[in-house]
């Protein structure tokens, strides 16, 4: 159980052009996922965190307006890079969350989308 | 403000030799805290995890034990494998903020 998918797994695309990276929850409702970006051989940085049903929130220095996210429902968030450019160019990873009582969220990934702007 | 500290990578070690991974935080109040793991070419696992103090995680024969003293959450194995090769993220979960605070990384290679 608690699996978390993305589409597409590798997207290239070219500068200017826009991008959509789907996270799915395949067998429980996450009320909260949350997009990380990840540079070659660092750590995960948080972009925001996606509520169902409002706006996301973002991190400090995340560009809302470039990084448009929407969770639109309990199994799906989605985010577009719009008008990509190089420097876009990096490994993307959504998580999903369970909430169990008050006192532990536990957060399961997707497996990630590679993005390359060319 | 929440932080995670890890010992840098890479760690290079042959089959069977004992592993260790240090991993320090700062928090406020009472955090969980986790090992991720990440494979060549995946996604993030998690490895294992602790949700107080004295807890001790363990997966696949990876330990690591909460030590509110030293607020530390070393991940140790005894014989690691060359399956074991892979990234390992620290990370803590603060109680009153749903966001995940991720440590460097520290890459580990085993060899034959």
């Known amino acids: 159980g608690a699996v978390v998918s993305q589409h597409p797994s590798w997207v290239i695309c070219k500068s200017g052009t826009s991008v959509k990276i789907e996270c799915r929850s395949l067998?429980?409702?996450?009320?909260?996922m949350f997009w990380y970006r990840q540079f070659p051989k660092q750590s995960l940085m948080l972009m925001a965190t996606s509520n169902e049903g409002s706006k996301a929130t973002y991190e400090q220095g995340v560009e809302k307006d470039k990084f448009l996210i929407n969770h639109a429902s309990l199994t799906l968030s989605t985010l577009t890079v719009t008008s990509a450019h190089p420097e876009d160019s990096s490994f993307y990873i959504c998580s999903a969350e369970i909430r169990e009582g008050t006192s532990y969220n536990e957060q399961f990934f997707g497996p990630g989308t590679r993005l390359t702007v060319l | 403000g929440n932080s995670v500290t890890q010992m840098e990578g890479p760690v290079t070690l042959s089959e069977e030799a004992f592993l260790t991974i240090n991993c320090t935080y700062t928090a406020t109040g009472y955090p969980s805290l986790f090992w991720y793991v990440q494979y060549p070419g995946e996604g993030l696992q998690l490895l294992l995890k602790a949700t107080k103090a004295d807890d001790k995680g363990s997966n696949k024969g990876f330990e690591a034990t909460y030590r509110k003293e030293t607020t530390s959450f070393h991940l140790e194995k005894g014989s690691v494998q060359v399956s074991d090769s892979a990234v390992y993220f620290c990370?803590?979960?603060?109680?009153?903020?749903?966001?995940?605070?991720f440590g460097a990384g520290t890459r580990l290679a085993v060899h034959p």
């Open positions: 990370a803590l979960l603060s109680g009153g903020y749903n966001k995940l605070i």
């Open positions: 067998d429980f409702q996450a009320t909260t």
